[in-house]
């Protein structure tokens, strides 16, 4: 199979009106990433060698997200005329002369590259066309799949359907794949139906018709969950999450309750990691063995090496690099920086744009004041260096190795390594002052004492 190439067309040009949003349908997120995201990377899992993405006209986010981070070519179908119309939008790539021919939706971001693969064997093995088959709960208005032994003999769309047609369960989850000599017979598909578009599930008859053969490949209904709506959004991220927490597991990782655990498509996790419940991971995080990830936390765009405690309630933003067997505790907070090995920040600190040296304390309430307004500057901490709690450093700063700062100081100058830094008022002490007061206080109470005390 490895040598038989493949285009995948991936139809994203519905209008999407029912998300009721700004954004087009397929760039709304699951796990972190645009559903169109999850589909081209299904096909690429899938070994698709080319995807062509159908958008309508004027889908500019869409067009700078394929060319920016999801990977294709565009092609614009000017009026949404049906399935059929949409795939022969992508003409000039099925042009290509490629072996095998994907077609998906933008909008059923599960599907899997395992499933997409194994429909791929099918053609490689002589079907013709294969088409991804599930039984839902409610068929609804799914196009029904019309049997005849193990040869798929039509869909049939709703719309289209006798009773008798309505009443099967088994429906066309919108997935095809078919030989690249198919592609001409898209052409000789019409629009004589009861919603008139030119309906790519009308290929099945053609090539019935012409002698070929066509399967089903069924899955789950989880996989193929199509978005329309914000609440199936939702649900597509609840099949995502179960998914993903089920993966995680699957690889080593203690999730003591993975229904409270939120996971991006890019997370990972090592061996013998512990997650405790009410976690969430933004996108961008890669955790390796032997962590433990306290209650509580929200981490994004960090990395977190073996054996490091992070949590109950912390925050790792984007660019915090925690170091072998490193401490970020409670109501810490971490932006662009690295805490580095066996280094601690146990609380309420905000650490951003630094680094933190191998072995460092820093204490509770411990701030680095890394913007002045216009630029983000940087904080340097030297390894063994033991910050003060409630200290301000205002960057850009270096604390040399070794060197100790006085709780409560606000240090604006470099501290040399081993000194001991001070920058707070003196603390100065009156023998016997509140005595004197109290004294003072009561006799004027009566009338009298017209001295103060000093
Ligand atoms: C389609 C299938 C139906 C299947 C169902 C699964 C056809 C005729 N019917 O029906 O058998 O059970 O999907 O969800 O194929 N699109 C375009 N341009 C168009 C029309 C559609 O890009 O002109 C895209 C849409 O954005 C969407 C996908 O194609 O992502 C499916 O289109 P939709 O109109 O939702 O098809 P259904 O009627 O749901
Ligand atoms: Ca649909």
């Not at 021919?101 to 064997?121: E, S």
């Amino acid at each position: 199979m490895s040598k038989r190439t493949c285009l995948a067309i991936i139809l994203a040009a519905g209008e999407g009106t029912r998300m009721r949003s700004a954004v087009p349908k397929v760039l709304h997120k699951i796990g972190g990433r645009p559903m169109l995201g999850h589909v081209i990377d299904a096909a690429g899992t899938a070994g698709a060698s080319e995807t062509a993405v159908v958008v309508a006209p004027g889908d500019d986010a869409v067009t700078r997200f394929v060319a920016t981070e999801g990977g294709g070519t565009i092609f614009t179908q000017r009026q949404p005329q049906g399935t059929a119309h949409a795939v022969l939008a992508a003409r000039k790539a099925l042009a290509g002369g490629h072996d095998d021919i994907l077609v998906l939706y933008g909008d059923t971001p599960l599907v899997t590259g395992r499933t997409l693969k194994r429909m791929r064997r099918a053609l490689a093995n002589g079907a013709d066309v294969v088409v991804l088959g599930f039984r839902p709960s409610d068929p609804a208005g799914y196009g029904r799949l019309i049997m005849d032994g193990r040869q798929l003999a039509a869909i049939r769309e709703l719309k289209d359907a006798s009773a008798a047609e309505r009443s099967i369960g088994l429906v066309n989850a919108g997935v095809m794949a078919f030989r690249g000599d198919m592609a001409k017979a898209l052409r000789k598909i019409g629009n004589s139906n009861a919603k008139q578009e030119y309906y790519l599930t009308d290929l099945v008859a053609l090539a019935n018709a012409a002698g070929k053969t066509v399967t089903v490949q069924e899955v789950g209904a989880n996989e193929v969950i199509g978005v329309n709506t914000r609440a199936e959004l939702a649900g597509a991220e609840a099949a995502f999450q179960r998914r993903a927490r089920q993966v995680a597991m699957d690889r080593g990782a203690t999730l003591i309750d993975p229904e409270s655990v939120f996971l991006s498509y890019d997370t990972k996790i090592g061996r013998d990691t512990i997650v405790e419940p009410q976690v969430f991971f933004g996108t961008g995080v890669t955790i390796a063995e032997d962590v433990t990830i306290r209650a509580h936390s929200y981490i994004e765009g960090a990395a977190i090496a073996r054996g490091a405690e992070i949590g109950p309630f912390a925050r790792l933003r984007p660019g915090a690099r925690v170091r072998d067997k490193a401490r970020v505790g409670n109501f810490v907070e971490v932006k662009n920086a690295v805490i580095d090995v066996g280094a601690k920040a146990n609380h309420l600190a905000y650490i951003g744009d630094a680094h933190v040296g191998t072995g460092a304390n820093i204490g509770a309430g411990v701030i680095t004041c890394n913007y002045d307004g216009f630029a983000k500057n940087h904080t340097e901490i030297g390894a063994g260096v033991f910050v003060g709690s409630n200290s301000a450093l205002i960057a850009p700063v270096t604390i040399g190795d070794g060197a100790y700062v006085g709780s409560g100081s606000v240090i604006n100058r470099d501290v040399a390594p081993d000194a001991l830094a001070i920058a707070r008022g003196r603390q100065t002490e009156k023998p016997g002052w509140v005595a004197a007061f109290r004294k003072l206080s009561m006799r004027r109470k009566k009338g009298g004492g017209k001295e103060t005390v000093r």
